[in-house]
Structure formats: structure tokens, C-alpha cells
């Protein structure tokens, strides 16, 4: 290995395996079946440090870094993909008040977050302002001490059940990010949409109607909210790209003892050249997703100049990948792979969105090019 894992990284990762194996893997299709939210379980995640993990540890946070939480988030979505990516929004929440908030604003927010008391969504896309998230529409206006907001956001995870909302909107012509409570008068929910996979995990328009957010509650400098979604959304792409990563060895772990199971023709399946030729493709192809994605966390860790990059390549690379290896094991599975009982078409539901959001691989492309073609 070119980055071995220390003995405490192993550790963290035994720890998120067994979790995911005994928690979330057990439950996942009845979770996907019935749209169920499992608040309670993911609380249990966050005793384990795993709601929290790159925040500081003055307010209760794990203080690891993002090869930790890139080793964390891909085995938990070995257990169940679309909790450990709620696990993943909430903990760059909380990542994102401790590191850009003030000393009153942490104080306040990230103890109840750490533990998941309190639960946080992310609000940063609209209905007409996807990839372009510069052209945001939603507004708050200064009134004395206090914002009102007036706008709306689209595909919001957790809308409707988060306690509290991390909002970015336009103050005058800069972007500001605000932390706005459930309980706010004028704050509403859009109906829970109908989606393709993370059924575990609700999605809502979030409404803002002349909602009153005190000045405290805003993160950072007026002019520095967009900055502060950039930033976030380097780990946020390390983090979804983990969550492809572990989703396709899970899809990877069932093809390959299906194969060893079924016969055909007097065989295994397992013995049939082409499919031993798609488990090793998909091997490979997990494998060169983990280094790459291993490598840009590192980097992130570090700061170098080309992390955003990193990220972006990692994003990309790893998604589609994912999304790729996932298909070729419900292919091995042949029928039985579109039945519910056997997990695969789950888990091909639930990456397909991991190559939207966060950015979409289009636009990953666009951010890569940006950086091998400055200066020229």
C-alpha cells in the first residue's frame, strides 16, 4: 500500500464495519420498503463518534480527519448507503458551524449536534438553481438584529424531521449561511418526494415565508457563505464518493457468493469465464476508486493547492464506478438481482443519485479542467 492505515484507523474502521453489519445491514431493505427514517439507529452511530467525526473535540466532536471519515462513511454504506449519507450531510453541518461559526454560535449548536440531539440538513440547492449555485434566489434582508428569509430549497435530505437547517441566501450580491431552526415561524415543508432510491431517508422542499433568523445565527461574515459551501462540499464529495465506494463492495461481497451458489448448465456460476472476468474487472475498478479516493482525502487532510481537484477527480471516478461495479453484480445475479430479498437492485437505486449531487460529475469535469488549464 502506498498509504498504509495506522493502527488507530483500523480500528476506526473494524468499529464502522461492525456497525454496519450488525445495525444498519440487517435493516436496510425494510428501511428502503417502508420510507423509514432511522433516527434512533443513526443515534447510536453518533455514540460511537460517527455524527461528528472531523469536527474539534472542545464541543464534543471526534477530531479525526477526512481519510477517517472517508475509511468510516464507506463501511457504513456496506450496512446501508442512504443513512450513511444523511450521516455524512449532518456531519458536515456540524463540521461547518464549529469550524466558520462563532464562539457563541458553537457554544449553542455543536454539543447537541455531536450526539445528534439535534439533527441538521443542508439547504443549498433550489428548483431553478441545480449546478449553478451562485444563481440562488433565496434572500435575506437585514432588519436590525435580525434576517428575513424568503426563497426555497430543493431535495433537502432530512427536511421535515431535522431540527435544524444550515441555509445559504443571498445578502445584496454575496451569499451568507445562516442556521435556522425548526420551531421558526414561516419556516414549512414541501411534501416528501417520490424518489428512486435513498427511500431511508426523507427529501423535502424547505419554504421560507418572512422567516426571522437572528443576526447570532449567521455563520461567518455576510459575504462569505458561498466560500464556506465550496469548502464544505470538498469533503462533502469525499464523503458521497465513500459512500459509492462501499455501497459497490457490498453489491461486489453478494455477487461473488451468489456466483459460488448458483448453478447453471451443471456448474457454478463462479467457474464460467465470463463471469470470473466480471468480478476481477470490478475488483480492479473498486480498487483503483479506493486508491484515488484514499489519495484525495490525504490531500484534503494536508491542504494542498490541488485538493479541490482531488476531490473533484475522486468524486467523479468514484461514482461512476461505483454506480458501474453495482450493475454488473445485479447482472451476475441475473433475475433474482431485481428482486427486492437480495439487496442489489437496493443498493443500484441508491448510487445512482451519488453521481448528482454534491456536484454532478458533469460539473466535476468542469472543475478539474478549470485547474490542469490555469495559467494557459
Not at 188 to 195: I, Q, R, V
Not at 281 to 292: G, N
Not at 333 to 341: S, T
Amino acid at each position: 500500500m502506498t498509504m498504509p492505515l495506522d493502527d488507530d484507523q483500523l480500528m476506526v474502521q473494524e468499529a464502522a464495519q461492525r456497525f454496519a453489519y450488525d445495525r444498519l445491514r440487517p435493516n436496510a431493505g425494510e428501511w428502503d420498503a417502508h420510507k423509514h427514517f432511522p433516527v434512533d439507529v443513526m443515534r447510536e452511530a453518533a455514540g460511537l463518534g460517527f455524527a461528528a467525526i472531523y469536527t474539534q473535540e472542545e464541543h464534543g466532536g471526534s477530531g479525526m480527519s477526512r481519510l477517517d471519515a472517508v475509511l468510516i462513511f464507506e463501511q457504513l454504506s456496506r450496512g446501508c448507503i442512504a443513512t450513511a449519507a444523511f450521516l455524512s450531510i449532518h456531519n458536515m453541518c456540524t463540521w461547518m458551524i464549529d469550524r466558520f461559526g462563532s464562539a457563541d454560535l458553537r457554544s449553542r449548536f455543536v454539543p447537541k449536534l455531536t450526539g445528534m440531539e439535534l439533527i441538521a440538513s443542508y439547504c443549498l440547492t433550489e428548483p431553478g438553481s441545480g449546478s449553478d449555485a451562485a444563481a440562488m434566489k433565496t434572500r435575506a434582508e437585514r432588519d436590525g438584529e435580525t434576517y428575513v428569509l424568503n426563497g426555497s430549497k430543493q431535495f433537502i435530505s432530512g427536511a421535515g424531521v431535522s431540527d435544524i437547517y444550515i441555509v445559504m441566501a443571498k445578502t445584496g450580491d454575496s451569499i451568507s449561511a445562516f442556521v435556522v431552526p425548526k420551531e421558526t415561524p414561516g419556516l414549512s415543508f414541501g411534501a416528501n418526494e417520490k424518489k428512486m432510491g435513498w427511500n431511508a431517508q426523507p427529501t423535502r422542499q424547505v419554504l421560507f415565508d418572512n422567516v426571522r433568523v437572528p443576526a447570532e445565527n449567521r455563520i461567518g461574515g455576510e459575504d462569505e457563505g458561498f466560500k464556506f459551501a465550496m469548502k464544505g462540499l470538498d469533503g462533502g464529495r469525499l464523503n458521497i464518493a465513500a459512500c459509492s465506494l462501499g455501497g459497490a463492495q457490498d453489491a461486489l461481497d453478494r455477487a461473488r457468493l451468489y456466483a459460488a451458489e448458483r448453478s447453471q448448465f451443471g456448474r457454478h456460476i463462479n467457474e464460467f469465464q465470463v463471469t470470473q472476468f466480471k468480478l476481477a474487472d470490478m475488483e480492479t475498478e473498486l480498487q483503483a476508486a479506493r486508491t484515488l479516493l484514499y489519495e484525495a482525502a490525504a490531500r484534503l487532510d494536508v491542504g494542498t493547492p490541488d485538493a479541490t481537484k482531488w476531490c473533484a477527480m475522486a468524486k467523479r471516478f468514484v461514482t461512476d464506478t461505483g454506480s458501474k461495479v453495482a450493475n454488473e453484480a445485479l447482472q451476475i445475479h441475473g433475475g433474482y438481482g431485481y428482486l427486492h430479498d437480495y439487496g442489489v437492485e437496493r443498493i443500484v437505486r441508491d448510487l445512482r443519485v451519488h453521481q448528482i449531487l454534491e456536484g454532478t460529475n458533469e460539473i466535476m469535469r468542469v472543475i478539474i479542467a478549470r485547474d490542469m488549464l490555469k495559467g494557459q
